[in-house]
């Protein structure tokens, strides 16, 4: 059913990018090349050999950019740096002033207009400087994730009250170093998302633990991460081994990089039996999935201010018996998942529309993290097609999105704070290409200037930012 109603009046209404994705200027001024430049400059390794060396073009249209934005009539607006572009080498002693300048040009223009900016550190384009000393998997990158986290703060930190240290974390892990198929294009799916993951937390950490030392104080913004995140739905709620198999998904899926910071400083239990004891079942000496010290659980533990993430869908989940060869974090997950053909179908195979997951979700984070102040950062749906403008599935999609959130805030008391539509505008979108379309702008991409066209789903999510919500339409009250 529809429910209709307003949200709490300090909410913040905003939209998403990310760096790759839309700034195009991939060599620019001095610009050092990331993993997904290389990446996708091999024929074959993206859908069209599509490219992000353009993109929207957004390094040379700031101005265009905050107008839009300001025409939307968002609260905030999340993007994320590029690290090569600030640090070329990835490393401090070479510092570009031309990146440095982009970013506060449109952290001032953001500022000047009211719109408060949400600033992803780490969207997964490592500068591939880092990656050729090996990356993720080599912990000097903890001391240098925290120098380029350290510089960030102290040049942008007086304007910039919201960071996020790594986007989607789980996709780093195991789409980058399990299955592979991101960059750096590692298949190791039994150990290196562990080992990754493991090295991914404690930068986190070291991070939140840099802006409490050195800038909370005289700053006063917030820190956390971001996981992404899909509801998952026992398949047949009666059947105790359903709810267990997708409480289980949800740990190894969400739990894994959010436990650790919200509950105890550690893994999920249900992580650590599993992993345990399907090793010891390999006649491996020790568990695949690393161990915390005692020291390490400590400064893991809390180092996050408010908890974010991103969802697209929902999935049903049951029990199965998963072969123990090869290693896999998949396979340790002993679940199956699987989907409802009535739910309607995206661009994207893996992500229907499942709006009710949304309400359960949010539900699900309050209980298992205390309540803690939500936000989230990335919603939206994928549509194949040349012109969108007319995207009434687009609109269906945030109006029963929305909505379900509504429900969430108002029935649940559910501690939301803000809502993010993912995307802005239509934006590379990873190994895809520019085919599915995201965007409440839509770009016409094979025009040099990449002029945007505000979708019909940008003038009605204006309308219920406006409304801050949805309220009864005038004829029914």
């Not at 839309?22 to 990331?34: L, M, V």
């Not at 940008?458 to 409304?467: G, T």
């Amino acid at each position: 059913t529809y429910f209709y109603g307003t949200f709490p009046k300090d909410f913040s209404w905003g939209v998403s990018s990310s760096a790759y994705q839309i700034e195009g200027g991939w060599d620019a001024d001095g610009k050092g090349p990331s993993i997904w430049d290389n990446f996708t400059h091999v024929p074959g390794n993206i859908n069209n050999n599509d490219t992000g060396d353009i993109a929207c073009d957004s390094y040379n249209k700031v101005e265009e950019d905050i107008y839009l934005l300001r025409a939307l009539g968002v609260k905030n607006y999340r993007f994320s740096l590029s690290w090569s572009r600030i640090f070329p080498s990835g490393r401090n002693h070479s510092i570009n002033s031309h990146g440095v300048d982009y970013y506060n040009r449109l952290i001032d223009g953001l500022v000047a207009n009211n719109i408060t900016p949400i600033v992803t550190l780490y969207h997964w384009d490592l500068p591939q400087a880092l990656q050729d000393t090996g990356g993720w998997e080599n912990s000097t990158l903890i001391d240098l994730f925290d120098s380029f986290a350290d510089f960030c703060f102290q040049t942008f930190g007086d304007r910039v009250k919201f960071w996020i240290t790594l986007n989607e974390p789980q996709v780093i892990a195991w789409v980058g170093y399990g299955l592979g198929t991101f960059p750096p294009n590692i298949n190791d799916p039994g150990d290196a998302p562990y080992r990754v993951a493991h090295i991914l937390l404690k930068a986190h950490a070291r991070v939140y633990h840099t802006y409490d030392d050195k800038y909370r104080a005289s700053q006063g913004g917030v820190v956390t991460l971001c996981p992404n995140i899909d509801w998952a739905e026992p398949k047949t709620p009666s059947n105790p081994r359903d709810i267990e198999a997708a409480d289980r998904y949800l740990q190894f899926l969400v739990g894994w990089f959010t436990h650790p910071i919200f509950k105890n400083g550690d893994y999920p239990e249900v992580m650590k039996w599993k992993v345990g004891n399907r090793s010891e079942l390999q006649n491996l000496p020790s568990s695949r999935l690393p161990v915390f010290t005692a020291e390490e659980r400590e400064y893991i533990r809390g180092t996050a201010d408010v908890f974010c993430f991103n969802t697209y869908t929902s999935k049903f989940v049951t029990h199965a018996t998963t072969q123990l060869r090869p290693f896999s974090y998949e396979y340790d997950q002993e679940v199956l998942t699987s989907v409802d053909s009535s739910w309607p179908s995206s661009a994207i195979s893996d992500q229907r529309a499942v709006a009710w997951g949304l309400r359960r979700l949010l539900n699900w984070i309050k209980e298992e993290y205390g309540n803690p102040p939500i936000y989230i950062i990335e919603n939206g749906v994928g549509i194949k097609t040349k012109s969108d403008v007319d995207d009434n599935t687009r609109i269906f999609y945030y109006k029963t999105y929305i909505d379900e959130t509504l429900k969430a805030c108002k029935l649940d008391n559910v501690n939301l704070r803000g809502y993010n539509a993912w995307s802005f505008m239509d934006t590379f979108e990873w190994l895809n290409g520019y085919d599915p379309r995201f965007g409440l702008h839509q770009v016409d991409f094979d025009n040099p200037s990449r002029p945007r066209t505000p979708k019909r789903s940008a003038v009605y999510y204006a309308e219920i930012i406006r409304n801050n919500g949805i309220p009864l339409p005038k004829e029914d009250e």
